[in-house]
């Protein structure tokens, strides 16, 4: 039926709206801006920040370095994923590196880190170093699990390279990909602002939650972080939304 579609969206617009209620609640009760905004308030100083020239010179510098540390963890993950499939001995290698990146908190990278980076370059290696592991084990999962009859068949005609990726590997990897890119870009961007409030680059919106803690202001703190939480889903919206298009455009070759 036409409006089977629809009602998800209904049913998590009344979730917000819920959430958004409980809130108001919860700030009214306790009476004081400081413990907790109310999202009226939160809108009000958004709508100012937005007036602010240095609000999107941010959200820009903030943008640009978290987004280029998950496009080169996915990357390089890709790339390693397709080594250690290749070559057991890569595989072998990599495991210490991977499992020491995903077991150690991202605390102690980003204090570790500021030895040996400026703190405009942290967001960039941190987000990279969180998006690493994850692109890696589900593009190697995803190698690993293409159909072996298709290969064999690519081996019986002597499939170029750029053909099995292309026709082969590239539609077999697709939701290993696609669960990828989805949980890793929602924790680039988690690691990135934490690098930026422990780091404290200059321009950053790390720097501005920073500053909100240290004047207690609350309401710039819930501003900030409707800020991120908003640009980190509008740009996986779009980055899946690219990708969806990318495999249909690759569909009908």
Sequence with gaps: MPSKPSKPRWERAAAVLLA????QAAAAALG????????????????????????????????????AGFLLG???????????SRWHLAEVLLWPYMTVI??????????????????????????????LPIVYANMLEGIRQTDPKLLEMAGLFRARA???LLYIYLPQLRPYLTTACSVALGLSWKAGIAAEVIGIPSG??????????????????FAWTVVIIAVSIAFEKLFLWLLRVGYRRLERL
């Design 20 to 23: 958004l209620l409980v809130w």
């Design 32 to 67: 004081s801006a400081l413990l907790l905004v109310s999202p009226l308030r939160v809108l009000q100083r958004l709508s100012e920040l937005a007036l602010e020239p240095q609000f999107y010179a941010a959200v820009g510098f903030s943008f640009v370095r978290i987004v």
């Design 102 to 131: 995903k077991t150690t908190p991202v605390a102690s990278f980003i204090i570790l880190c500021l030895i040996w980076l400026d703190s405009s370059s942290l967001p960039v290696f941190i987000s990279f170093l969180m998006v």
């Design 162 to 164: 750029g053909r099995r």
């Design 74 to 84: 996915l990357c390089c993950g890709t790339l390693l994923a397709a080594a250690a």
């Design 204 to 221: 950053s919106i790390g720097e501005r939650l920073y500053e909100a803690k240290v004047y207690l202001s609350s309401a710039d703190l």
